[in-house]
């Protein structure tokens, strides 16, 4: 009988899901607001890139000074030519 | 083959490179299915209005990371669970005890001609005395017409933990149910 009842229940629940699947949603349009709030959002998001890229150019310059500037006399040619073109594409 | 359709390809590379009209008509095709999605998280037009604009903007700051693979209503759809999952855990205690009360405001299960408005009403309230990852699973199950299949897709678990967390809220609601006086042959 519990066993029944438990099957009644949630059977009982199924049928009134059944019903609510048909309401009808309330009607809304984001797409001005969507669209406002990608405009006052991406900025900060735009300059923290723009800060993480300066970072890393300025890195790349400190580093290919250092590199240039200490080590330079013992690189043959060819690895100097190598170095050069991996800092130029960093 | 891809499963996007022309339009939603056309707008989503017109988005990409900074088009918000391409966007904007991307959210005039899918507001409605992803509005009646948020209904279920929330009765409240204003909470389902912010929800939906939630939806929306998370999928655009992920729009590069669509590859295509589903419908991009699929895709909207997984954006729009994940707000109104984390919409519910968010909520205050206040809110949770006053949807309680409303639960236990009520007198019966709703007659079998009941209207869609009052079925989906009692369903809320019901569910909404469930944790959130039970009412969730219920949810896309009752609401949606979602299987275990759909529903790990969307919530993004593993299939048996969607059948494991099924199984443990029916019975939740069951208890639920029951504690309320249902299903007790001397009531009827």
Same mark, same amino acid.
């Given at each position: 009988?519990?066993?029944?009842?438990?099957?009644?229940?949630?059977?009982?629940?199924?049928?009134?899901?059944?019903?609510?699947?048909?309401?009808?949603?309330?009607?809304?349009?984001?797409?001005?607001?969507?669209?406002?709030?990608?405009?006052?959002?991406?900025?900060?998001?735009?300059?923290?890139?723009?800060?993480?890229?300066?970072?890393?150019?300025?890195?790349?310059?400190?580093?290919?000074?250092?590199?240039?500037?200490?080590?330079?006399?013992?690189?043959?040619?060819?690895?100097?030519?190598?170095?050069?073109?991996?800092?130029?594409?960093? | 083959?891809?499963?996007?359709?022309?339009?939603?390809g056309q707008d989503i590379r017109q988005s990409l490179l900074g088009d918000e009209e391409a966007y904007?008509?991307?959210?005039?095709?899918?507001?409605?299915?992803?509005?009646?999605?948020?209904?279920?998280?929330?009765?409240?037009?204003?909470?389902?209005?912010?929800?939906?604009?939630?939806?929306?903007?998370?999928?655009?700051?992920?729009?590069?990371?669509?590859?295509?693979?589903?419908?991009?209503?699929?895709?909207? =759809?997984? #954006? &729009?669970? +994940? $707000? @109104?999952?984390?919409?519910?855990?968010?909520?205050? %205690?206040?809110?949770?005890? !006053?949807?309680?009360?409303?639960?236990?405001?009520?007198?019966?299960?709703?007659?079998?001609?009941?209207?869609?408005?009052?079925?989906?009403?009692?369903?809320?309230?019901?569910?909404?005395?469930?944790?959130?990852?039970?009412?969730?699973?219920?949810?896309?199950?009752?609401?949606?017409?979602?299987?275990? =299949?759909? #529903? &790990?897709? +969307? $919530? @993004?678990?593993?299939?048996?933990?969607?059948?494991? %967390?099924?199984?443990?809220? !029916?019975?939740?609601?069951?208890?639920?149910?029951?504690?309320?006086?249902?299903?007790?042959?001397?009531?009827?």
């Amino acid at each position: 009988m519990a066993a029944k009842n438990e099957h009644d229940l949630l059977r009982a629940v199924e049928d009134i899901a059944l019903r609510a699947r048909t309401e009808p949603a309330p009607d809304v349009d984001v797409s001005r607001a969507v669209l406002r709030r990608l405009r006052s959002g991406r900025r900060p998001a735009d300059r923290g890139l723009a800060i993480l890229t300066a970072g890393a150019l300025v890195a790349a310059v400190v580093i290919a000074l250092f590199t240039f500037s200490d080590f330079a006399g013992a690189l043959d040619p060819l690895e100097m030519m190598m170095a050069t073109t991996a800092s130029s594409l960093i | 083959m891809s499963v996007v359709s022309d339009e939603d390809g056309q707008d989503i590379r017109q988005s990409l490179l900074g088009d918000e009209e391409a966007y904007a008509r991307i959210i005039g095709r899918y507001q409605p299915q992803i509005a009646a999605q948020m209904w279920r998280f929330s009765r409240d037009t204003a909470v389902v209005e912010e929800l939906v604009q939630e939806a929306f903007v998370e999928a655009y700051l992920s729009l590069g990371k669509f590859k295509g693979r589903a419908p991009l209503l699929h895709w909207l =759809r997984k #954006i &729009a669970t +994940r $707000v @109104g999952y984390r919409f519910w855990r968010k909520r205050t %205690r206040e809110q949770e005890r !006053r949807e309680a009360l409303a639960w236990h405001g009520e007198e019966a299960m709703p007659p079998a001609d009941t209207s869609p408005s009052e079925a989906g009403e009692y369903l809320h309230v019901l569910l909404a005395q469930l944790p959130a990852e039970d009412r969730l699973v219920l949810t896309l199950h009752y609401f949606e017409g979602c299987d275990t =299949r759909e #529903i &790990a897709e +969307r $919530v @993004g678990w593993t299939r048996s933990l969607v059948k494991v %967390r099924a199984f443990r809220a !029916r019975k939740k609601l069951k208890a639920l149910l029951e504690e309320a006086g249902y299903g007790r042959e001397e009531r009827a």
